[in-house]
C-alpha cells in the first residue's frame, strides 16, 4: 500500500515533481504508467450520469477499489473512472495535471507531498463538509485523522488506511537458531552489545566458509548471509524501514511535535547513540554496507534470494514477503528497546479532492465513501493493507489471517500503544535532504558533526 518508500528525496517546483531516492498507510511502487491522463470531468450536479476520476499507484489496491467504485455507483449514480500509475509517473503526471488543470477530482495522497499541496491551494478544504456530514473522526486508528489537518485548521482528507514496520524472517533459517516465534517477539536491543536482538542476527549471519557471526573465525569481509538487511529506500530523514524503530524505542522523537514539526532533534545523543549500534552491525558484518543498500534500494530481491535472513520493512509490504512460495516467512514485531517497549513509525493515506476539480459535491461523496466501513470492509477483505478504520482494521487481521498469515507482529504496536506519527512540517523536501545525507555519513564513517550541521540547518529553515 504504502508508500514505497516512504519518504522520498523530492524536487521543487510548482508542485512537487519528482521523487528519487522512502514510508508509509502505506504503499506499492509496482505497477505499470497508464496511457494519459484523466479528465476533472463537467459541472453537472452529482447523479446519473456523472463521472469523476480517481488516481492511485498501488495495483495490489485497485482491485479493491474497484469494487468499492462499482458498490458507489449504484449507490449513488456517480461513475468513478480510476486511474493506476507507478509511484514515479504517479507524482509528475499529477503535477503536470495540476499545471493544466485536467488534475483528477480525487487522488490517493501522501504526508510528504501534502503540506505542499495545502499551500499551494491544490487540495480542497472539506472540514465543513465532514462537519455538515456528521462524519466520525472517532471511528478511524488514533492519530490518523489528526494527519489531515492543516495549518490553518482545514481538513484536506480522510484517513483511508495505515501502516506500522515489523521484522520479516526467513523461518527456516531462524529456526536452526533455536530461536522461537514467542522469544522473537520478545527480543531485546540496547546500545551497548545489542541485547538478544543483536544475538540473534549475529548467529543468522554466515560467511562464504559457513562461519556464523558468533563463531571463531567469522569473515566479516565475505558474508554470504547477513542476519539483518538494510534498505537503501529507507535511509532517509523518518528511518521508517531502517534506523527509526531503535531510536524512537531508545526515548528519542524526530522533533518538538507532529503534525508542523518546527524544531528537530537529529542531534540528540539518543539518536546518535541508537545509530551508533545500528552502525555497528555494519561493522561486524551482520549487516549490508550503505553502499550495497543504495545500490541495490528495495532488499526484497536480495531476501528472497537468501541474501538476507531478516527484513525490517512496512506492512504494506505483506503480500510480497508472506506471499513467496519459495521462502517460507513469518513476521516478528520490533524488538523492545532501552524504553522498555518497542517503537514503530505510524503512517497512513488520505484521500484528496483537487480544488480545481468542476464536480467537487460528487468527489466529497465518493471521499466520504472511500472514508467509510462500506469501501474500507471491502478492502480489509482483500488482505493487502490495514484499514484506518478500527473496526475494518480488525476484519483485515482475520483475512490475513485466513490465508495463513500471522500479522500481528504490525498490529502490536497498535494495540500497545507504541507507534509514533511521522513528522509532518514545511520545506520537508529540504529537511529531508540534508538529513538523508547525514545519516548516510555518519553510517558510512561514524562522524555525529554531520547530524548536528544538518540538524542546525533545518531549523534554520523555521525561523
Known sequence: MRHTPFWRRVGSGVVLATVAGMMLAGCSSTGTTASSAASPGTSQAPGAGTEISYWLWDTNQQPAYQQCAADFEKESGVKVKIEQYGWNDYWQNLTTGFASATAPDVFTDHLSYFPQFVSQGQLLNIADKVSADNV????????????????????????????????????????????????????????????????????????????????????????????????????????????????????????????????????????????????????????????????????????????????????????????????????????????????????GLSDGIWSGSKNQDAAWKWVKYLGSSACQDVVAKSAVVFPAIKTSTEKATQAFTDKGWDVSGFTVQVTEGTTALLPIADHWSEVNDKVTAAIETYLKNGDASALKKANEEVNALFK
Open 136 to 347: 466520525d473522526l472517532a471511528q478511524y486508528q488514533d492519530g490518523l485523522a489528526d494527519l489531515w489537518v492543516g495549518q490553518d485548521g482545514g481538513r484536506y482528507g480522510l484517513p483511508k488506511d495505515f501502516d506500522t514496520v515489523a521484522v520479516f524472517y526467513n523461518t527456516k533459517m531462524v529456526e536452526k537458531t533455536g530461536v522461537s516465534a514467542d522469544e522473537l517477539a520478545k527480543l531485546t536491543w540496547n546500545p551497548t552489545d545489542g541485547g538478544t536482538y543483536e544475538k540473534l542476527i549475529a548467529a543468522l549471519t554466515v560467511d562464504k566458509n559457513g562461519k556464523h557471526g558468533n563463531e571463531a573465525g567469522f569473515d566479516k569481509k565475505n558474508v554470504a548471509v547477513y542476519g539483518l538487511a538494510l534498505s537503501g529506500n529507507g535511509l532517509n530523514a523518518s528511518g521508517q524501514q531502517t534506523w527509526a524503530p531503535y531510536a524512537l524505542s531508545n526515548n528519542w522523537y524526530f522533533g518538538d511535535k507532529t503534525p508542523w514539526t518546527t524544531q528537530w532533534k537529529f542531534d540528540d545523543p539518543a539518536l546518535i547513540q541508537a545509530l551508533g549500534w545500528y552502525r555497528s552491525l555494519q561493522q561486524k558484518g551482520f549487516m549490508p554496507s550503505v553502499d550495497i543498500a543504495l545500490s541495490e534500494q528495495d532488499p526484497l530481491k536480495g531476501y528472497l534470494a537468501g541474501k538476507y535472513a531478516m527484513v525490517t520493512d512496512g506492512s504494506w509490504m505483506n503480500s510480497s514477503y508472506l506471499g513467496q512460495d519459495g521462502v517460507a516467512t513469518k513476521v516478528a514485531p520490533s524488538p523492545i528497546g532501552p524504553s522498555g517497549k518497542r517503537a514503530s513509525v505510524f503512517n
